[in-house]
């Protein structure tokens, strides 16, 4: 489905309500990164689990086994859509399938709207069941970088604001205990070395609310991100010209920690009935 305006074009399909094209008219070039190099990805949506379990999704709850795959179910699913010409809507529900990997019911809705140079994502996720429903939610839209041969990933970079103290979250393939530096985050120079260095860059307790990607002194697009307690960065280790900027509910387990589901680090906990709300935008610069 697609929606235009004099500034954008929006394109989006049903496989996980994902954007697949978010063009800008006045600069004619696309912000999304097309799945077509080292990551088949675009952007899906990260829910009911961010990352995966340190035991490859697996998990126990009352007494009984389940799994998931990587980032949980919607990414995966094709959603039901709609659109009135000026909103894209998509929808799931859950289903004996679902339930058979994470054992909770509920309505997950995703919208997208144009406003000016900007689309804006709403979400909103109601427990339809009578027990507490555990969960994780995160972003995962990756943008284009380099577009010409001239443009070098490393003169791209990442400006956050508010600019504030936070802290990273330092992992190792081994699940070892994690570090915890405390870190000023403000901007970041794309560094291919950074990513071979940290894998993903992952910051708690963040104040951030924006971020602006820019090519040399030239930004290309805003993406904001209100209240995600949690901001990771990341590109794939086979070279490739885009950056994931993530903000997330929750993160994947990087120790082994023998813990119920529903007490991992940064899991919301709905009650029957209840919806979580969630958004973020793009605005092309």
């Known amino acids: 489905m697609k929606l235009e305006n004099e500034n954008l074009i929006l394109e989006t399909r049903t496989r996980a309500g994902e954007m697949t094209s978010l063009f800008d008219k006045s600069k004619n070039r696309e912000l999304l990164y097309q799945g077509d190099q080292g990551w088949s990805g675009r952007n899906p949506t990260l829910f009911p689990m961010v990352g995966s379990t340190w035991n ?34 998509y929808t799931m529900d859950s289903s004996e399938e679902t339930k058979a990997q994470y054992p909770f019911d509920f309505h997950y809705e995703m919208s997208y709207r144009l406003e000016g140079k900007k ?32 443009e070098k990933f490393e003169d791209f970079s990442l400006e956050m604001f508010p600019k504030a103290e936070a802290e990273q979250i330092v992992f190792f393939d081994d699940f070892s205990p994690v570090e915890r530096p ?20 992952v910051f708690n307790n963040i104040k951030a609310s924006k971020a602006v990607l820019s090519w040399k002194d030239e930004p290309r697009l805003a993406m904001e991100f209100e209240g995600y307690p949690f901001l990771a960065l990341w590109s794939h280790p086979t070279e490739s010209d885009f950056v994931c900027i993530e903000p997330w509910f929750g993160h994947a387990d990087y120790e082994k920690l023998e813990i119920p589901f529903d007490q991992r680090e940064g899991t919301q906990i709905l009650k029957p009935s209840e919806t979580f709300k969630a958004s973020y935008s793009v605005e092309a610069l």
């Open 56 to 89: 490859n999704g697996s998990y126990t709850l009352d007494g009984k086994e389940y799994a998931m795959k990587n980032h949980g179910l919607i990414r995966y699913a094709d959603l039901e859509g709609s659109t009135d010409g000026s909103k894209i809507v």
């Open 182 to 201: 405390t870190v000023m985050l403000d901007k970041w120079q794309l560094s291919r070395e950074d990513l071979k260095k940290y894998a993903t860059l």
């Open 119 to 150: 689309v804006i994502i709403e979400y909103a996720i109601t427990n339809t069941g009578d027990q507490d429903m555990p969960f994780s939610f995160g972003l995962h839209p990756a943008f284009r970088t380099s577009l010409t041969p001239e």
